[in-house]
């Protein structure tokens, strides 16, 4: 008869439980749980593990594609750099063997400026 008692009181709320309200109204056997609880609950483990990285993804992938057009911007620019470089590279060399060939004597000494 105790336990009845027990259970009748409990059932009405008349416990000494001092701690949040967790029951309902027992609408399955998922109820007052939190909903990640829920989610992880119904696609399991590895479902979860699947939304979360596609969720990280998503979040990541702006951030990569910004770097990604930045180093490409930053390559164009470096490519045109070099070839700037080779261009002045090249007209000081043609200054270089038009000096050569100016100061130089003889035939023979003209004819090594012009080798490479």
Sequence with gaps: ???LS???????GNFDYEGPE???????FLSGLPIWAKVAAIV???GVIAFYLVWMGGQTLPNILTEV?????QTVRSQEMYQEHMQQTAELSRLL???CSRVS???AERQQ???R
């Design 1 to 3: 008869m105790a336990f």
């Design 6 to 12: 027990i259970m009748t009181e409990r059932r009405h």
């Design 22 to 28: 967790r029951r309902t109204n027992g609408d399955g």
């Design 44 to 46: 399991g483990i590895p």
């Design 69 to 73: 057009i930045a180093l490409k911007v």
């Design 97 to 99: 063997q038009r000096i």
């Design 105 to 107: 004597k003889t035939d």
């Design 113 to 115: 400026c012009f080798d």
